[in-house]
Antibody, heavy 116, light 111 residues
Framework: QLVESGGGLVNPGGSLKLSCAAS????????MNWVRQAPGEGLEWVGR??????????AYAAPVRGRFTISRDDSTNTLYLQMNSLKTEDTAVYYC?????????WGQGTLVTVSS | QSVLTQPPSVSGAPGQRVTISCTGT?????????VHWYQQLPGTAPKLLMY???NRPLGVPDRFSGSKSGTSASLAITGLQAEDEADYYC???????????FGTGTKVTVL
């Protein structure tokens, strides 16, 4: 199970940190993703973090590279998404997912609204 | 922006067969990366429907089938049911972008 939290209303240029609490599987071994969906739009991959045993490296989509940072705390089975320099176009529901090629498990999503 | 192209909508009567195409390029589907499909019912999170081009997760009815050829993939729904009305997305990996890519999405309507 994946449960996201931390969404809300933020001003353009502001920051927000999302969390994703994982349970029911071995989080330590899992590669994890963030995917977002703007209102009325399709799915967009945001970024990925590998398991620490596979190097723990991150990768990001071009629109968020340099502004967003994915991290993980294997001691608490929690995934994070630190979002800085937010833009209105970052407004979306943000989902965390497991990833092994396919994205088998998804959270319910948390809404981030960037607006003044 | 979506790298994989899908038709915006498809429709069919109950019991009919519909197919959804997913067209990519030589840096994603054509490069041999697997295609996966997701179903998103209104107001809910996406759910994995098909993985590794042709494999159904446990619990997914065998009315759903997948295929892949060249730079394209397809999802077929046979015996269309009212509960299949949803948005469907394909997904793969793109080597030139070094990341995962989704299709533009297809809305399936049951007439």
């Amino acid at each position: 199970q994946l449960v996201e939290s931390g969404g809300g209303l933020v001003n353009p240029g502001g920051s927000l940190k999302l969390s994703c609490a994982a349970s029911g599987f071995t989080f330590t071994n899992a590669w994890m993703n963030w995917v977002r969906q703007a209102p009325g739009e399709g799915l967009e991959w945001v970024g990925r973090i590998k398991s620490k045993t596979d190097g723990g490296t991150t990768a990001y989509a071009a629109p968020v590279r340099g502004r967003f940072t994915i991290s993980r705390d294997d001691s608490t089975n929690t995934l994070y998404l630190q979002m800085n320099s937010l833009k209105t176009e970052d407004t979306a529901v943000y989902y965390c997912t497991t990833v092994a090629g396919q994205m088998a498990s998804w959270g319910q999503g948390t809404l981030v609204t960037v607006s003044s | 922006q979506s790298v994989l192209t899908q038709p915006p909508s498809v429709s069919g009567a109950p019991g009919q067969r519909v197919t959804i195409s997913c067209t990519g390029t030589s840096s994603n589907i054509g490069a041999g990366y697997d295609v996966h499909w997701y179903q998103q019912l209104p107001g809910t999170a996406p759910k994995l429907l098909m993985y590794g081009n042709t494999n159904r997760p446990l619990g997914v009815p065998d009315r759903f089938s997948g295929s892949k050829s060249g730079t394209s993939a397809s999802l077929a729904i046979t015996g269309l049911q009212a509960e299949d009305e949803a948005d469907y997305y394909c997904q793969s990996y793109d080597s030139s972008l070094s990341g995962y890519v989704f299709g533009t999405g297809t809305k399936v309507t049951v007439l």
